[in-house]
């Protein structure tokens, strides 16, 4: 069983089937959103 975080924020995103187990780094919608508006 793996396990996607956001980066950011440490909130899970999603699981996912793997042989072992292992977590994973992203970036949720929410802190891309707020990414893309602190750019412009």
């Known amino acids: 069983m ?3 975080v ?3 924020c440490n909130s899970v995103i999603d699981h ?3 042989e072992k187990v292992s ?3 992203s970036n949720c919608c ?5 990414d893309i ?3 412009e």
Do not use: P, V
């Open 2 to 4: 793996g396990t996607i």
């Open 6 to 8: 956001c980066q950011s």
């Open 16 to 18: 996912f089937e793997d």
């Open 23 to 25: 977590i994973l780094y």
């Open 30 to 34: 929410e802190c891309c959103d707020q």
């Open 37 to 39: 508006m602190n750019e």
